[in-house]
């Protein structure tokens, strides 16, 4: 599905959902175990190929090793790509995924109902569910963003961030790829990303990976 598509289709199922649930009684048990109750003692946990730190670390490194485990890394990438295009695209969509005054479990279950009908992978629904019980709803963009680094790292990607004054012109760009592929190291692959920030003045802000 195109993200548009996508997009249509995710406003109209969490709509009807919810006035689904809004006239009859909660849903009873879960139809999918919570991403965290996945990650069982007797279940070996999957180690991340880069360290993400903070609240959306946490819940990004345990999505990796229950996607990892269930083979959906890729799938679960491709989901919350869409999902985030949609987020961001549809305000009033965004508003209401991040509403704290509806009820947790309301939006858990609705989440995870949506999920599946547009067939997402189990451990994206998962994830939806654990970010809705947990009132952790609004660190959704934030997660997505750590799932999407350490997906950058298990292909051997390395991320690195350019901040610039002014655009950079061709002939700079190469120059400054050149000299930052020498920090990579056996089958690594450079990605940049940059933006402009007329506040520095002047100069450039290299990020690369942690540092």
């Not at 180690?47 to 990796?64: D, H, I, M």
């Not at 869409?82 to 991040?98: D, E, H, I, P």
């Not at 920090?183 to 100069?203: A, C, E, H, M, W």
């Amino acid at each position: 599905l195109s993200w548009r598509h996508w997009l249509s289709l995710l406003i109209t199922l969490f709509s009807d959902i919810c006035e689904k649930f809004r006239f009859s009684t909660m849903a009873t048990a879960n139809k999918l175990a919570l991403l965290s109750r996945s990650l069982s003692s007797t279940t070996q946990f999957v180690k991340p190929p880069v360290q993400v730190f903070g609240l959306e670390g946490r819940y990004a490194t345990s999505l990796y090793s229950a996607a990892s485990k269930l083979k959906q890394l890729d799938q679960v990438e491709k989901d919350l790509n869409a999902l985030q295009v949609a987020l961001k695209s549809n305000v009033s969509l965004r508003m209401a995924v991040t509403n704290p005054i509806i009820n947790k479990k309301l939006m858990s279950n609705t989440l995870k109902e949506t999920a599946d009908k547009l067939k997402m992978a189990p451990a994206t629904a998962n994830l939806l569910g654990l970010l809705a019980d947990n009132g952790r709803l609004k660190n959704l963009d934030t997660v997505i963003n750590a799932y999407k680094t350490i997906m950058a790292a298990h292909r051997g990607e390395v991320v690195c961030e350019v901040v610039t004054a002014k655009p950079l012109d061709s002939s700079q760009s190469k120059q400054l790829e050149s000299a930052l592929r020498s920090f990579l190291k056996g089958n690594q692959q450079l990605k940049i990303t940059s933006r402009v920030d007329p506040s520095i003045i002047g100069g450039l802000i290299v990020s690369i990976g942690d540092k």
